[in-house]
């Protein structure tokens, strides 16, 4: 019987879907550089060049969906944030953004520089029907990488976002002088907590489904296909993952405050004060925000990764000696 997960590999030649089920000895290729898998003779995995190209096209895409959908962020943090009956304030959507630019452009290179070459190593060594589990590891992994960029900049983003600060060189100066280093590091078991699931999950669905997608269609997918599956992992993924995101963002914006001991006091008293249904707060422009920024952000990062691999220099044909 054909396993659940899907198979990571394409041949050149059409593949009925029964036979992308059985396992394959003959040399089967993804035309795509980045997903590429071979079960016979594969080129030499070139770590240095997959972290170059996975660095370029990683900065790129997180500085494009940054940028395009920080007011619907900033919508979002100012949301969850707010206690009781608080009003929501819609002025200064954008506040923050430079400095938040400024963590978005390194965590985002570093993420998927670190995830593609760990996920095509990964590749190489699972069997095609844990492929799944490839894009979790690699996934989860990326994120404790990026997380410690990242961070020091939602910290200060969300601060800023929800008035507490002006400009993000004060948030900086105010957060060493009052909190130390650690405050730059406010709800990071939080942050982790969110992250890494979301990270692994929405990773694992769009490269799943693409995978079947391909499949399906015999063919590799264009820009607006790789979109659309993109929006369809964010939007999915955001839902799923509001609870830890509302935790992640009254641990991050109480400051010195300490309204909060911790994760588990955060659930507590909020279960306490505003009900379970708080935990929902923002789902709204959270999936929103992710379906769209999904579909810009794999949309680009798939553009950048085909642009760069289509610049690589050629590798001279093997020559096959006669027997």
């Given at each position: 019987m054909c396993p659940f997960t899907l198979s990571v590999m394409v041949s050149d030649s059409a593949i009925s879907l029964p036979d992308a089920c059985m396992k394959r000895k003959r040399n089967l290729v993804l035309k795509n550089a980045f997903a590429s898998v071979s079960m016979g003779e594969e080129n030499p995995f070139d770590f240095l060049r997959t972290l170059f190209e996975g660095v370029i096209a990683g900065g790129t895409a997180g500085v494009v969906v940054?940028?395009?959908?920080?007011?619907?962020?900033?919508?979002?943090?100012?949301?969850?944030?707010?206690?009781?009956?608080?009003?929501l304030i819609l002025k200064g959507l954008y506040s923050g953004l430079a400095g938040n630019l400024a963590g978005v452009l390194p965590a985002?290179?570093?993420?998927?520089?670190?995830?593609?070459?760990?996920?095509?190593k990964l590749l190489r060594i699972f069997p095609e029907n844990l492929s799944a589990l490839t894009h979790l590891t690699a996934g989860a992994v990326g994120g404790i990488a990026a997380s410690f960029i990242r961070v020091p900049t939602e910290v200060i983003k969300q601060r800023m976002q929800t008035g507490q600060f002006t400009s993000a060189s004060g948030a900086v100066r105010f957060i060493a002088s009052k909190e130390g280093f650690k405050g730059f590091y406010a709800g990071y078991g939080s942050f982790l907590l969110r992250d890494l699931p979301f990270d692994?999950?929405?990773?694992?669905?769009?490269?799943?489904i693409r995978i079947g997608y391909m499949l399906a269609a015999r063919r590799n997918l264009n820009d607006p296909e790789n979109a659309i599956i993109g929006a369809f992992a964010g939007a999915l993924t955001g839902a799923i993952t509001t609870p830890l995101d509302v935790i992640k963002t009254r641990l991050m914006v109480q400051g010195s405050a300490n309204q909060y001991k911790g994760i588990v006091d955060c659930v507590?008293?909020?279960?306490?004060?505003?009900?379970?249904?708080?935990?929902?707060?923002?789902?709204?422009?959270?999936?929103?925000?992710?379906?769209?920024?999904?579909?810009?952000?794999?949309?680009?990062?798939?553009?950048?990764?085909?642009?760069?691999?289509?610049?690589?220099?050629?590798?001279?044909?093997?020559?096959l000696k006669k027997n």
């Amino acid at each position: 019987m054909c396993p659940f997960t899907l198979s990571v590999m394409v041949s050149d030649s059409a593949i009925s879907l029964p036979d992308a089920c059985m396992k394959r000895k003959r040399n089967l290729v993804l035309k795509n550089a980045f997903a590429s898998v071979s079960m016979g003779e594969e080129n030499p995995f070139d770590f240095l060049r997959t972290l170059f190209e996975g660095v370029i096209a990683g900065g790129t895409a997180g500085v494009v969906v940054e940028t395009a959908l920080y007011p619907i962020d900033t919508i979002k943090t100012r949301l969850q944030a707010a206690r009781g009956g608080e009003k929501l304030i819609l002025k200064g959507l954008y506040s923050g953004l430079a400095g938040n630019l400024a963590g978005v452009l390194p965590a985002s290179a570093l993420f998927v520089g670190v995830y593609e070459p760990i996920k095509q190593k990964l590749l190489r060594i699972f069997p095609e029907n844990l492929s799944a589990l490839t894009h979790l590891t690699a996934g989860a992994v990326g994120g404790i990488a990026a997380s410690f960029i990242r961070v020091p900049t939602e910290v200060i983003k969300q601060r800023m976002q929800t008035g507490q600060f002006t400009s993000a060189s004060g948030a900086v100066r105010f957060i060493a002088s009052k909190e130390g280093f650690k405050g730059f590091y406010a709800g990071y078991g939080s942050f982790l907590l969110r992250d890494l699931p979301f990270d692994a999950i929405q990773f694992c669905i769009y490269e799943q489904i693409r995978i079947g997608y391909m499949l399906a269609a015999r063919r590799n997918l264009n820009d607006p296909e790789n979109a659309i599956i993109g929006a369809f992992a964010g939007a999915l993924t955001g839902a799923i993952t509001t609870p830890l995101d509302v935790i992640k963002t009254r641990l991050m914006v109480q400051g010195s405050a300490n309204q909060y001991k911790g994760i588990v006091d955060c659930v507590q008293t909020i279960i306490k004060e505003e009900g379970p249904r708080a935990f929902l707060k923002g789902i709204g422009p959270r999936v929103l925000w992710i379906g769209i920024g999904g579909s810009i952000f794999f949309g680009v990062l798939e553009s950048t990764k085909r642009f760069l691999a289509e610049r690589r220099p050629t590798q001279p044909q093997n020559i096959l000696k006669k027997n």
